[in-house]
Every structure is written in C-alpha cells, then in structure tokens.
C-alpha cells in the first residue's frame, strides 16, 4: 500500500509529478502528470467545493448512481515508460449478503493512474502498487535529512535578506576562483 506523499514540479519541463510513498516511508515513485491532471488531484485533496464539479467528481456520482463502491486502485505495471492501473470496484450491496455468502463481487476497471489517484483521494479508498513497480520506478527516501535541509533552507530565507545572498554568492565565487588561479601560480613558480 502507498500514500501520496504530495504534488511536486519537474525543475527541468515545469511538470507536475505526483509522489507515492511506501509505508516504510524508505522509498517513494514518481509520476509525471500533466497540469490539468494535477488539479484534479488537488480539488480532491482541497476538498474544494467549486460550483463547477470536475470529471472525477461527475465519476463518484456515476459510481454512487450505480450503487458502485471504490475499493482501491492498483497500479500494477509499467509499459512503454507509461504507469498502468485498475479501479477494484465492488457493489454496494453488503447489508444484502446473507451470512456465508463472502463478499460483493469486485470489478476491474482500466485507468489512468493520475485518473485513479484523483479518484482514490476523493473516495478515501487505499493506494496500492505492485512490489516490481515499486523496485523498477521508486527511488529511496530519507524524510529526516529531507526534512532538516528544508528546515534549513527555510531558516536562510528567513534570515537573509536578497541583496545579503547576493554579496555571499558572490564572495564564494571570488574565493573559488581565486582556489582555483592558486594552483596554476604555485605549479608555474616550481617549475
């Protein structure tokens, strides 16, 4: 089972990435989305309440109207560099299963991972991802040293001002360059 760990963008192409993380909190799998893909992920976690209702939310009325429950998602494969998921679907119909007759019938449904994550997010329903996806795609983790470098991070933009930043970058340029012409004289006088 994975949880999202949240909404991030791509340094490189400005893309969104949505973050999955295992329970261990060790490893975590990327997903690039697109923009619009992102911010039906975020309604859902916003619990936003636009007047206009968006397609995920049109798809838990339609699952609602057909007495249709969602379970969890799956994603369950990579294929052509691309993530693969199904919606585990099941009928509302438990207060009808007589004692011994197990559960409701579960039901499969193809869908885009972004699509199921919006989804999952807005029905509460579990992430889950196969073991082989997560050791092909996930790359490791570690919360603590990530949370202490924001904090740092943070810290310095508190404390200083730009122009101060500035003067330091270029203080530490003049010094490295300077690191680096040393060698060059040294090297030249010995020879």
């Known amino acids: 089972e994975m949880h999202m760990a949240g909404l991030t963008l791509d340094g490189a192409s400005r893309s ?34 636009e007047q206009r209702l968006l397609s995920h939310d049109l798809m838990m009325s339609l699952l609602k109207a057909g007495n249709f429950i969602l379970d ?45 994550i919006a989804l999952a997010i807005r029905s509460k329903c579990s992430i889950w991802m196969l073991e082989e996806v997560v050791s092909q795609a996930s790359m490791p983790v570690d919360a603590e040293a990530d949370e202490a470098d924001q904090d740092s991070f943070r810290r310095l933009l508190e404390e200083v001002s730009p122009a101060e930043l500035v ?14 012409d040393c060698p060059d004289s040294e090297a030249t006088n010995k020879s």
């Open 16 to 49: 969104p990435i949505v973050l999955l993380r295992d329970p261990s909190g060790r490893r975590q799998v990327p997903i690039w989305i697109d923009h619009a893909q992102a911010h039906n992920i975020m309604t859902g976690i916003q619990q936003s309440n």
């Open 72 to 116: 969890r998602i799956i994603i369950h494969a990579i294929e052509n560099s691309a993530f693969q998921a199904v919606l585990k679907l099941r009928t509302n119909n438990d207060h009808e299963a007589t004692e011994g007759e197990g559960s409701t019938a579960l039901f499969e449904v193809d869908a885009r991972p972004s699509d199921a």
């Open 167 to 180: 003067r330091q970058l270029k203080s530490r340029n003049s010094t490295n360059d300077k690191d680096i």
